[in-house]
């Protein structure tokens, strides 16, 4: 079946450096992603979301990519600090209520 | 509290046992999630409701899992017979509108140990 999931498990970024997280899909029916964040024993934690109509959205200190010609979504975290260390992951629906959430990207910011 | 607050936090069962997880969404909230997810796993959808009615149960892993919200409120995901494979933490989530209209608000979840 069609999956959303993510090109590397782990990432370590240097704090105050960028990072930049990818997700595949292959569901070219999607039109919705999301990409959460989730804290050791917490729920997942919206951080931004983006529609099919548009390819580039940016929030705070995150900025989200979305490429349908290559079924490629990626996250930029622009200066990341300890707070950022944490699960990534990305999310797609083409109903807007049934999320399909991708297997994770684990980041580490070291100090 | 005003989040999305899940009940028991950790539930320890034999196999064979049955279980029941509750879930207090937002109050107001329409739209109620569960998911569940396996360690080291992405969540998988489990069912969606609108107010009180299952709009989709097709995540359900098999006829032993069944859930409710009978008042368009608080909803429990009941466990019949646990398996090891059920093992796994169960994450519940409400949002404001109907469907992902609004933020999406998860739980801490209730993580299920089947000996």
């Known amino acids: 079946g069609e999956s959303v999931g993510l090109h590397l498990p782990t990432l370590s970024v240097q704090e105050g450096d960028n990072s930049i997280i990818n997700c595949a899909y292959s569901?070219?029916?999607?039109?919705?992603f999301i990409w959460y964040k989730q804290e050791s024993g917490k729920g997942p934690q919206f951080i931004i979301d983006i529609r099919s109509n548009m390819d580039k959205r940016q929030g705070q200190r995150v900025t989200v990519l979305l490429n349908k010609t290559v079924k490629h979504l990626s996250l930029q975290i622009a200066a990341t600090q300890p707070g950022d260390s944490a699960v990534y992951f990305c999310a797609e629906t083409e109903n807007d209520y049934k999320l399909s959430f991708g297997a994770g990207t684990t980041v580490t910011v070291r100090a | 509290g005003a989040g999305v607050s899940q009940s028991p936090r950790y539930k320890v069962a034999k196999r064979g046992q049955d279980v029941a997880l509750r879930c207090d969404p937002i109050s107001g909230h329409v739209s109620l999630f569960w998911y569940q997810q396996a360690l080291g796993q992405g969540p998988e959808f489990l069912t969606y409701f609108q107010n009180e009615a299952q709009l989709d149960k097709s995540g359900l892993p098999s006829d032993r899992f069944f859930a409710e919200r009978p008042e368009g409120s608080v909803s429990t995901l009941k466990i019949q017979r646990t398996q090891q494979e059920d093992s796994a933490v169960y994450l519940c989530?409400?949002?404001?509108?109907?469907?992902?209209?609004?933020?999406?608000?998860f739980g801490e979840g209730s993580r299920l140990t089947v000996l």
């Open positions: 989530a409400s949002s404001a509108g109907t469907g992902l209209s609004g933020e999406l608000f």
């Open positions: 569901n070219s029916a999607s039109d919705y």
